[in-house]
């Protein structure tokens, strides 16, 4: 039976009555009420660890499709106010169905801010695991031209093509494998907090509700359990009309005893709330996290979930200790520095979210991540051994760029005469 993994509840203003879904290679989609045009509509994402049955009777089908997540986070698009929240429906590469529902607005829908025109119920589940090292992991620059940053006009036989055959098998992961796909009742989020809520009340021998009155929850019963409702009074400022932007403003307020400037912006503060929460998803209870910098092409927006190879310089602490206790997957130390006794070190991670207090210089830039369990590393080895380059075939290609090189720089030479 289908498993309900996560859900979130967001409100987006509708334009010419269409709206996108980023992350996705779907088409446009639409509310089948022709009559509205621009509105505001409450919008309920869901993630499944299966296809879920129909939705109840309140709910109206619209439509359904199948698409092929890059990253495995989603958002709703606008045509001109931006984006929803963010929101992980499961692992990177992976084929999905969505199935889209329609009814009337109800109290406590979208923001809860009576506002709404429309509900609609988004319900994602995975298919299959769809990797393909060629299609999905191929490198930045593979031929000469954009390694020597000059325009060299090679001939199309010159060009280095992707491999004809892969060079390891390419590896096939099941749903249970992957974290962002299972239930973890004691994750750090909202849903693993109230999935050790419902455990407690079901211990008592009461409701939900009842439950968290006596603990000092000020709720009606029968009230849906969102983070906006579950919050005590002291973490709710009211601030922002967004439940979930107020819930992580109050938190970093209790977390470093001042609120974060208000000047930030409602956009960043939801980029940061999003990041947080997305991260802790995709982490099992006992993940030790850790940060790590991204250099070069592509540094500066890795998207969370992703896996790859990262590396950096660590202190060589006695006994080989590692530094802070990551890193540790395909561990490869590949320099030493006897004078400053440092390593450089290799190895595979799940990317997580940018590190709010480290900052980037020039290419380099810092994310918190946590060490690539198996499946995941499966994918970057494989796309590794893919895409490793001939000796010989790149030593010849390199000799035809060295000669069109020359050429072209005596080329210039003698214009300047």
């Not at 009155?213 to 579950?230: H, M, Q, R, Y």
């Not at 006994?319 to 561990?331: F, I, K, Y």
């Not at 590190?355 to 970057?380: F, I, K, L, N, S």
Request: aromatic letters at 10%; glycine letters at 8%.
């Amino acid at each position: 039976m289908a498993q309900l993994l996560r859900r979130l509840d967001d409100e987006v203003y509708v334009e010419y009555n269409r709206f996108g879904l980023d992350g996705t290679d779907l088409p446009a989609w639409g509310s089948p009420t022709d009559e509205m045009y621009h509105f505001t509509a409450a919008v309920r994402l869901e993630s499944w660890d299966a296809e879920p049955e129909a939705a109840d009777g309140s709910w109206t089908p619209v439509s359904s499709a199948t698409f092929v997540a890059e990253s495995g986070v989603v958002a709703i698009l606008s045509m001109m106010d931006g984006k929803g929240h963010d929101f992980l429906i499961g692992p990177p590469r992976f084929e999905y169905g969505v199935s889209m529902y329609l009814r009337e607005p109800k109290p406590g829908d979208g923001h809860a801010t009576g506002d709404c025109e429309e509900t609609w119920l988004l319900r994602f589940w995975p298919i299959r695991d769809v990797f393909d090292p060629i299609a999905h992991a191929a490198p930045f620059s593979y031929i000469a031209r954009g390694v020597l940053y000059y325009s060299i006009d090679l001939e199309p036989e010159q060009f280095v093509q992707p491999p004809s055959r892969r060079e390891v098998p390419v590896p096939v992961s099941a749903v249970a494998d992957w974290a962002s796909l299972r239930v973890d009742p004691d994750l750090d989020t909202f849903d693993g907090w109230l999935r050790r809520v419902y455990r407690k009340a079901e211990g008592a021998g009461v409701g939900v509700h009842e439950w968290l009155c006596a603990a000092g929850l000020d709720i009606a019963d029968g009230v849906d359990l969102t983070p906006a409702s579950c919050s005590p009074p002291h973490v709710r400022p009211g601030r922002f009309s967004d439940p979930l932007i107020d819930r992580y403003y109050a938190e970093q307020a209790l977390r470093y005893g001042s609120l974060p400037k208000e000047e930030s912006g409602v956009d960043r503060l939801r980029e940061a709330a999003d990041a947080e929460r997305i991260a802790k998803e995709l982490c099992r209870g006992d993940s030790h996290t850790f940060s790590v910098p991204v250099d070069g092409r592509g540094a500066l927006y890795v998207p969370p979930g992703v896996s790859r190879r990262v590396w950096r310089w660590e202190d060589d602490m006695l006994g080989g200790e590692l530094m802070d206790g990551g890193l540790t997957v395909d561990r490869q130390v590949l320099a030493r520095n006897p004078w400053t006794r440092q390593v450089l070190a290799s190895g595979i991670v799940t990317i997580l979210r940018r590190d709010p207090q480290r900052r980037g210089d020039g290419d380099t830039v810092w994310y918190m991540a946590r060490d690539a369990e198996p499946h995941e590393a499966a994918r970057v080895l494989c796309a590794e051994a893919t895409w490793e380059e001939d000796p010989d075939q790149r030593r010849a290609l390199d000799e035809v760029a060295k000669e069109k090189l020359i050429e072209l720089r005596a080329t210039y030479r003698s214009r300047e005469r």
